[in-house]
């Protein structure tokens, strides 16, 4: 294929989407390990046999794979959930959050919802106390190549992204915006709110959802929480999922009626 | 004198070669109906009609080299399936009359089956008339034989604008035009990085709200140009063969159906492939060479920015895809599939990791918006 790395990187990138974003999630996950060995080792064992034992389970049934996407939402749990959560309830959160917001609709990728925001609004939700948090900042800087890595392959709409920063922007207003949040924010925005998946698949819809996300972030966040309320980023995130078929089902709607005028 | 005469040295490589068989396919004629008008062991001269529609037997398949009939293959019905002949001698252009219109002239010297409507991708109606005809030289191979034939194209674009009301475009890859426009004659150098005819027709004059466009390759434009200002009736074209790693590998000059067994060897493709030049061929790939057909269930479709560069702007891809895949006609024809056909997809099933064909996917939904008309 002729082109340079980035586009050759660009047109893999479609079949190449599982490899990327586990990749992607590499760096920190290793840190994590490498911080708290003793406490991440159950943990991990428990999200990724529950993740696989789902999508093994309706494998089997559909008599079709692959099964290897659900790990990027298991690592994602296991890099956000909270610490005091035990294994059992991140292996049953993330194991709902599979089943209904991807296995019923035929598989990761044919549902309309982040799963990884699913699963930590299920554990806060059922397990009120446990709400998602935001991992150590090294930890942040060492997620933040692989969110570059997966914008550059276009895995992660930077419409999205961009929209999401200029709508905390707006909600916050410029002169409350605290510059250490960046990287937390990115790091939402980015493996959360532009799940390839998750996110509206038209330009002005990314836009849209981008926007409704960054706002709603800002909105739902609690007051006395200092730094980024790492709850209301997931509900934002799951919010704005669950608007994103309509959104493109606007945006295209309109199309339409603008073509109608314009051609009679 | 024409390139094709055999000694000639042109500018672009060897003569003719002469094929071991040539195989007129009946499957270049999308959407007609053809029966053969010849019976084996005839002999033949290029120019002879050996295929014509049933419903308009003014279209017609005609032979393309000197020699005899080895076969004539028929399905139900009496329909031809393919002409095989046996060549006599080197494939070239031979002196002919090239009287009447237009329309005529294609029709009687079995051009006008290269056209291709847009929508549907069908051979046109010879009493339509189009609202634009787009000339595509966007194959390196039809741009040599259009650097080496510059009259001859001026020729046959202006026979074009007889066929039209509309402008007759020539789209090519950038770069000094190939040749001055002029009246109705337009050139469209735009030489954006993925290219095909689908972008130059949905940016130029698209069909997707009505209409029908006319498609024809430069190498066809030539051929008639040919026949207009020199008397020459020629049935050979350029064609590129590409090696497995995606490098061309041979430029060669053969006659239309010509068989490309012993190309195919020297540019070492992986496996040996029986096949013949088809109608509108201008670069042979292995990368595009059909499989076997895959009974595998879809994956989903990764909403990529590579995808949806693999289609025209302002056709909304990844809904299309979807409408695609379900088989939603309606759907896909809102999102502007009227301005495809099916080797507008290639790409898009090269880079999706769904697994979908959707050039097989794109016909289906066509062959149902056409009979719902």
């Known amino acids: 294929m002729r082109g340079g790395p980035v586009m050759r990187l660009r047109r893999r990138a479609a079949r190449d989407a599982v490899a990327l974003r586990l990749i992607a999630l590499a760096p920190p996950m290793a840190l994590l390990f490498l911080q708290a060995p003793g406490a991440v080792w159950p943990r991990a064992l428990a999200v990724v046999t529950a993740a696989l034992a789902c999508a093994f389970v309706f494998a089997e049934i559909r008599g079709r794979g692959p099964i290897l996407e659900v790990l990027v939402p298991a690592l994602l749990v296991m890099l956000f959930a909270p610490p005091e959560a035990a294994s059992w309830q991140l292996a049953l959160a993330l194991s709902l959050a599979i089943v209904l917001g991807a296995l019923v609709f035929g598989g990761a990728g044919f549902g309309f919802l982040s799963i990884a925001a699913l699963a930590l609004v299920l554990l806060a939700f059922s397990f009120p106390p446990l709400a998602p948090v935001m991992p150590s900042q090294s930890v942040i800087w060492f997620a933040l190549p692989g969110g570059l890595l997966l914008m550059l392959a276009g895995l992660a709409p930077w419409r999205v992204v961009l929209a999401g920063a200029v709508g905390v922007v707006l909600a916050t207003g410029p002169s409350e915006l605290d510059p250490a949040l960046a990287a937390p924010f990115a790091i939402l925005l980015i493996h959360f709110a532009a799940d390839p998946f998750g996110a509206p698949v038209t330009g002005p819809g990314q836009w849209l959802s981008g926007l409704m996300v960054g706002g709603l972030i800002v909105l739902l966040g609690a007051p006395e929480t200092r730094g980024l309320d790492m709850s209301a980023g997931v509900f934002a995130v799951l919010l704005a999922g669950l608007f994103a078929p309509l959104v493109d089902a606007g945006v295209i709607a309109i199309a339409d009626w603008r073509d109608g005028l314009r051609h009679g | ?373």
């Open chain 2, 1 to 373: 004198m024409s390139c094709l005469e055999p000694d000639r040295q042109d500018p672009f490589g060897t003569p003719a070669r002469t094929p071991r068989m040539v195989r007129l396919e009946a499957s270049d004629l999308p959407g007609l109906r053809p029966v053969a008008c010849i019976e084996e062991g005839a002999e033949v001269v290029p120019g002879t009609p050996v295929m014509h529609d049933r419903a308009r037997p003014e279209i017609r398949v005609v032979a393309t080299v000197a020699g005899r009939v080895e076969r004539v293959e028929t399905g139900l019905g009496r329909r031809a399936v393919r002409v095989v002949i046996r060549p006599e001698g080197r494939a070239m252009a031979v002196p002919a009359t090239a009287a009447g219109d237009t329309r005529d002239v294609m029709l009687a010297h079995g051009i006008w089956p290269d056209l291709r409507t847009r929508p549907f991708g069908r051979v046109p109606d010879p009493e339509a008339r189009p609202k634009a005809i787009l000339v595509n030289a966007l194959d390196g191979a039809g741009v040599a034989a259009a650097q080496g034939a510059p009259r001859a194209l001026g020729h046959g674009l202006r026979a074009l604008c007889d066929l039209t009301e509309g402008p007759v475009i020539l789209c090519q890859h950038g770069g000094v035009a190939l040749i001055p426009a002029e009246g109705r004659i337009e050139i469209d150098t735009a030489a954006p990085r993925h290219d095909g005819m689908a972008f130059r027709l949905r940016r130029r004059c698209s069909v997707a709200h009505g209409g029908e466009v006319w498609i024809l390759d430069v190498q066809s434009a030539i051929a008639l140009g040919r026949l207009r200002g020199e008397g020459l009736f020629d049935t050979t074209r350029l064609v590129e063969i590409v090696a497995a790693s995606g490098e061309v590998v041979g430029l060669h000059r053969m006659a239309l159906g010509a068989d490309l067994a012993d190309a195919i060897e020297e540019a070492g493709w992986p496996r040996p492939v029986s096949r013949s030049l088809r109608r509108n061929e201008s670069r042979i790939d292995p990368r595009h060479e059909p499989g076997p057909p895959s009974e595998q269930v879809l994956g989903p479709i990764v909403p990529v920015p590579a995808l949806t560069a693999t289609l025209p702007m302002r056709l909304r891809a990844i809904p299309l895809l979807r409408a695609l895949q379900i088989g939603d006609a309606e759907a896909a024809r809102r999102h502007g599939c009227l301005d495809l056909v099916e080797e507008d997809m290639r790409a898009a099933s090269a880079i999706c990791a769904s697994g979908a064909n959707y050039g097989a996917l794109l016909r289906r939904v066509l062959d149902e918006l056409e009979a719902g008309g």
